[in-house]
């Protein structure tokens, strides 16, 4: 059974920093592709960053420079760590995998304000 754990939300101000992880179970990251969504209130989900192997990561426009999306497959572990965080980035980030059907974590909720 596949199972993602996303943790590492919380509050902070702007131009704050945090990073998210997403512990995965059941699937072995090092095959999947994997890629960080988030879910703002009254938007639509989009995609922040992902990973595949050894290929480049891509990143939304709105997060270049930002954030970075990395790795520990020795942890079966990802990670996002966002910087210079604005109002903008509240939402609830979502992990996902695909390795021949899509999988999904809860989310964990990151609130940006003053």
């Known amino acids: 059974q596949v199972r993602l754990v996303e943790s590492g939300g919380g509050l902070v101000q702007p131009g704050g920093s945090l990073r998210l992880s997403c512990a995965a179970s059941?699937?072995?990251?090092?095959?999947?592709?994997m890629t960080w969504y988030r879910q703002a209130p009254g938007k639509q989900r989009e995609m922040v960053a992902n990973?595949?192997?050894?290929?480049?990561?891509t990143y939304a426009d709105s997060v270049k420079g930002r954030f970075t999306i990395s790795r520990d497959d020795s942890e079966n572990t990802i990670y996002l760590q966002m910087r210079s965080l604005k109002f903008e980035d509240t939402g609830t980030y979502l992990c996902?995998?695909?390795?021949?059907?899509?999988?999904w974590g809860q989310g964990t909720q990151v609130t940006v304000s003053s």
């Open positions: 990973t595949y192997a050894h290929s480049a990561s």
């Open positions: 996902s995998a695909v390795y021949g059907a899509e999988y």
């Open positions: 059941g699937i072995d990251i090092s095959r999947a592709y």
